[in-house]
C-alpha cells in the first residue's frame, strides 16, 4: 500500500514523486518507458518561472550540468522592429533548454533519492476503484504479466494522451483541435551563432532558435495547424527557403553550421481536463495540454506538480481530508494556466497583425521595462492579465 502512485515518470509525474517523498510519504512511480529516455517531440524550452522551481527544489545544477547554458537575452523580430528584452522578477532570471533526457532523467534521480520506488516497464492500463474511490492501479510488464498496486492517491502524469483520465472520466473543456493550433518543425544544428533566443514572427509564421545541450541549437519554424505542409523529402528545402526569404541573417548562420538530427515535426490538439475526484488527480499535460508556441508546457507541469504535492501533502498527512484539500487544485491551476492556453491558441493562429496590435508593438519598442513586462508573460512572471490589463495598457499608451 502506497500513499501515493503516480503513473508516468518525467517532468510532470517525477517532480510530484519528488515533493511528496520529500515530505516522507511513500511514493510508486509507473512509467511503460525505460530511463534515461527521451521525448523528441518537444523544443524543451523552460521558462523563468519554470526554472525558478528547479532551483527552489536544489535540481537546476543537476540539470546545467548536463551543459545546457543559462539563456538570458530573448528577442522578437517582428520584421519591422525588433525587441529585446528579458521578463523581470524572476530568481534566477533564465531560461535553459535541457534536451528532455537530461531534464527527465535529473527530476527522476531527485525523485528516487527523496525515496520514490521507480517501477519501469510497467503500462497502465486501468484504475482499481471500491464504489467511487479510486484506491490503486492495474496495468501489464513488459513480459505481459498483470500488475496491481494500491494507493490513497493514483496521480496521473501519462501526458495528453493519459489513460488515467480516461480510466477516471475526467471531464474536459477549453478543447481545440490541432487544425486551430501551430504545427511546428525542427531540428538541432552545431556550429551556429545566435544572438540569446530569437523569435521571428511573419504572418502565417514564426522561426525561433535556442541553445540547448553540447553546443547544439535548435532551430524551427511554426507554421498554422491548418496550411498545407511540405512533403517528407522536402522539409529542408522548405524550411531553408522560408527562412532564407523571413529570416535571413537567422538563415545564414545556421547554413554556416551543421544539421546533427532529424527533422521533427508535430501538431497538436489542446484541452483541460477536470483535475481530480476521489482518490486521484491529474498533473501535467494529463490534466492541461497547451499550444507549443509558446513553449509552456514543462514550465506548467512543474508549477502544477509544485501545488498538486502541496494540497497531497495536506490530504495525505491528516492535516485536511483529501477531498478538501483537491477541492482547490483545478481552480488554483486553471487561474494561472486558462489565460495562458487561451494566449496560446490566439497566437497559434498566426494570424498578421491588427492595427492594435502593431500600436502595441510601437509603444512597446523604446520602453524597456513594459518590452520585459511582455517577455514575462512568456516567462511566466507577468500574467497576460496584468500586462493585457486596462491599467497596464493605460501606462503603455500615457507616455506616447
Ligand atoms: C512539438 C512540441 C514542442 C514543445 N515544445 C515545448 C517547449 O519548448 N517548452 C515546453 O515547456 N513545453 C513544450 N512542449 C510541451 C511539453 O513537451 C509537455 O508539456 C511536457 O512533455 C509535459 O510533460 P508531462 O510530464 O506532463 O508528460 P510527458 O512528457 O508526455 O510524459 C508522460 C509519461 O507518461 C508515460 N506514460 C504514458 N502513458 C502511460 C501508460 N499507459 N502507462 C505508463 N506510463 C505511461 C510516458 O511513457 C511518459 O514517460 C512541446 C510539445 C510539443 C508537442
Not at 496550411?227 to 527557403?241: D, I, L, T
Not at 496590435?357 to 513594459?370: E, H, R, T
Request: glycine residues 12%; negative net charge; hydrophobic residues 45%.
Amino acid at each position: 500500500m502506497y500513499d501515493a502512485i503516480v503513473v508516468g515518470g518525467r517532468c510532470a509525474g517525477s517532480a510530484t514523486a519528488m515533493l511528496l517523498a520529500r515530505q516522507g510519504h511513500k511514493v510508486l512511480i509507473v512509467d511503460q518507458a525505460s530511463f534515461p529516455s527521451d521525448v523528441r517531440l518537444s523544443t524543451h524550452l523552460i521558462w523563468h518561472a519554470g526554472v525558478d522551481l528547479l532551483q527552489k527544489w536544489g535540481v537546476l545544477d543537476a540539470v546545467r550540468a548536463t551543459g545546457c547554458p543559462d539563456l538570458t537575452g530573448f528577442s522578437l523580430d517582428m520584421g519591422e522592429l525588433v525587441l529585446r528584452g528579458q521578463p523581470p522578477s524572476a530568481q534566477v532570471g533564465a531560461a535553459i533548454a535541457p534536451r528532455r533526457i537530461a531534464l527527465d532523467q535529473a527530476l527522476l534521480q531527485a525523485a528516487i533519492a527523496a525515496g520514490a520506488e521507480l517501477r519501469e516497464g510497467v503500462t497502465f492500463e486501468d484504475v482499481i476503484k471500491d464504489g467511487e474511490q479510486v484506491v490503486g492501479i492495474r496495468g501489464r510488464l513488459q513480459d505481459g504479466a498483470a500488475f496491481t498496486a494500491h494507493a490513497r492517491i493514483v496521480v496521473g502524469a501519462d501526458g495528453g494522451h493519459s489513460r488515467v483520465a480516461r480510466a477516471v472520466g475526467a471531464e474536459v473543456y477549453n478543447e481545440f483541435p490541432k487544425e486551430a493550433g501551430a504545427y511546428n518543425t525542427y531540428s538541432y544544428f552545431s556550429g551556429v551563432k545566435l544572438d540569446g533566443v530569437e523569435f521571428y514572427s511573419r504572418p502565417e509564421r514564426m522561426f525561433y532558435a535556442w541553445e540547448t545541450n553540447g553546443g547544439q541549437t535548435l532551430v524551427g519554424i511554426i507554421q498554422p495547424g491548418h496550411a498545407p505542409r511540405a512533403a517528407r523529402a522536402e522539409v529542408e528545402q522548405q524550411f531553408f527557403a522560408e527562412l532564407d526569404a523571413n529570416a535571413p541573417g537567422l538563415a545564414q548562420r545556421v547554413r554556416a553550421g551543421q544539421r546533427e538530427d532529424d527533422w521533427l515535426s508535430a501538431g497538436i490538439g489542446t484541452f483541460c481536463r477536470q483535475a481530480s475526484g476521489p482518490g486521484w488527480a491529474l498533473v501535467g499535460d494529463a490534466g492541461l495540454s497547451m499550444d507549443p508556441i509558446t513553449a509552456a508546457g514543462i514550465t506548467n507541469a512543474l508549477r502544477d506538480a509544485d501545488t498538486l504535492a502541496g494540497l497531497l501533502h495536506q490530504g495525505l498527512s491528516g492535516q485536511q481530508d483529501m477531498d478538501a484539500a483537491l477541492a482547490s487544485y483545478q481552480a488554483q491551476r486553471d487561474a494561472v494556466s486558462v489565460p495562458l492556453h487561451q494566449f496560446a491558441q490566439e497566437m497559434a493562429k498566426l494570424a498578421p497583425p491588427t492595427p492594435e496590435v502593431i500600436n502595441l508593438f510601437v509603444a512597446l519598442a523604446g520602453n524597456q521595462a513594459q518590452t520585459d513586462r511582455y517577455f514575462g508573460v512568456f516567462g511566466q512572471t507577468v500574467t497576460p492579465a496584468d500586462f493585457f490589463g486596462p491599467e497596464n495598457m493605460a501606462a503603455l499608451f500615457a507616455p506616447a
